[in-house]
């Protein structure tokens, strides 16, 4: 059942982006990692051909106190194709993230596009119990 409404998650972000033309970034999965936490996302993108998007991200603790502040870089997202990305967040517990806030695009290139326009168009949504995701 939690397996088939993840799915069920991930897909409906994906239809969403594909819809509106925009960029789907779904938080999949946190994982703990070699005194880290792994974020695992997966990115469908719908908007352009982009050879790169990096992100602007905050993690905050339980305590609604800034944890981490880092730039996930995605890499190139071809166009209707999705993307599995994972990131090392050094010296976080993956049980001390409560809220992953994505605080802006910083860079975004591809045809015809701009950071802004990737703000735009970008969806953010999360599958992890207990961890809000923000725009």
Known sequence: MVRTSLFALVVAGS???????G??????RLDPADNA?????VAQ???????????ETV???QAGRVAALTLFDFADLPQGSRRVRQFDVAGVACADVAQVLI?????C????????TCAQ?????????DVEVLQ
């Open 45 to 55: 993108n719908a908007l352009a051909p982009l050879t790169a998007l990096a992100l």
């Open 109 to 116: 290139t591809g045809d015809s596009t701009t950071p802004a």
């Open 15 to 21: 239809a969403a982006a594909q819809d509106t033309g």
């Open 121 to 129: 168009a970008l969806r953010v949504t999360g599958s992890v119990d």
């Open 103 to 107: 605080n802006g695009v910083a860079a």
């Open 23 to 28: 960029i789907a970034v779904d938080l999949n």
């Open 37 to 41: 936490c792994r974020l695992t996302f």
């Open 59 to 61: 993690l905050f603790d």
